[in-house]
């Protein structure tokens, strides 16, 4: 059994990218980095980072599904989302993806950072621009045009901070 496994999915690389800071940031060689769509065998690990791109407010079925099989493990989620950086929002987002995980396992916490979108995201803004819905559809390409840069050095900064309490809150529990 491993010490750490991060397990994650990304879409447009955004995950990807923090999944790897994380890992690169744990201690050890008991660790392994797995994109869950990979088709892969997922091995065991005391504990578990388990990242994923923001759809609709949550994690994607595949997320989900293997969130809710693991059973008396530590877990500890990590995102990507393209809209704003709401702290409000971001409460929903991590609520209803760590909603997944059974109670015999213990949370450890979440971490949420912004990410890129696609193209496709702007142009379909774009597309139903009217004059009614200017501003809101304004707002809405400022906003996305803010997260084109992200995930940047500073949220691979914060992803590492997360880590770091991650294992010092594992490690006063075993004192």
């Known amino acids: 059994m491993l010490d750490y496994l991060v397990v994650y999915e990304s879409e447009s690389g955004n995950t990807r990218k923090i999944a790897a800071t994380i890992f690169s940031h744990l201690p050890g060689n008991s660790k392994d980095l797995i994109d869950i769509t ?44 393209g809209t704003g950086e709401s702290p409000n929002y971001y409460e929903q987002v991590e609520h209803s993806a760590s909603a997944w995980i059974e109670s015999d396992n213990k949370y450890l916490g979440a971490f949420i950072c912004r990410g890129r979108m696609p193209q496709s995201v702007r142009k379909k803004i774009e597309g139903k621009k009217t004059p009614e819905n200017a501003a809101q559809a304004d707002r809405l390409l400022q906003d996305f045009d803010s997260a084109l840069s992200h995930p940047d ?18 490690q006063k529990e075993n004192i």
Request: net charge negative.
């Open 38 to 81: 990979a088709g892969k065998t997922i091995p065991e690990a005391e504990v578990y980072f388990v990242g994923y791109c923001v759809h609709q407010g949550s994690c994607s079925m595949i997320v989900s599904d293997f969130l809710n099989s693991l059973s008396g493990k530590q877990i500890a989620l990590f995102a990507t989302c």
């Open 153 to 170: 050095s500073l949220d691979e900064e914060h992803a590492k901070v997360f880590a770091d309490k991650i294992l010092k809150d594992l």
